[in-house]
């Protein structure tokens, strides 16, 4: 049988990736899955937690003004 040749003029072989690049992907796939190594952070729900935690703090600043601004102009007598 004649072996099958490619540009460089020497046989063709399938070859397989290094063992340095398939521990690399499963390090990868380990930790997008979460499982061991450094937990996955989704900053999308940080994120949102944050603008929550905010947007609260402002609405209640706002009622607790008004409610001192309501008390200091029609005083304590009601």
């Known amino acids: 049988m004649a072996a099958e ?12 990736p290094s ?5 690399r992907v499963r390090a990868l ?3 997008r899955l979460g499982s061991g190594g450094l937990p996955r952070v989704d900053f999308l729900q940080i ?12 609405i209640e600043s706002v ?3 008004a409610k001192l601004c309501f ?4 005083g304590f007598r009601l």
């Open 29 to 31: 796939r380990r930790r």
């Open 71 to 74: 008390f200091l102009r029609f």
């Open 5 to 16: 040749e490619d540009g460089d003029g020497g046989p063709e072989q399938q070859q397989s």
């Open 47 to 58: 994120l949102y937690e944050n603008v929550v935690f905010y947007l609260l703090w402002v």
């Open 63 to 65: 009622v607790v003004l």
């Open 19 to 23: 063992p340095r690049w398939t521990l």
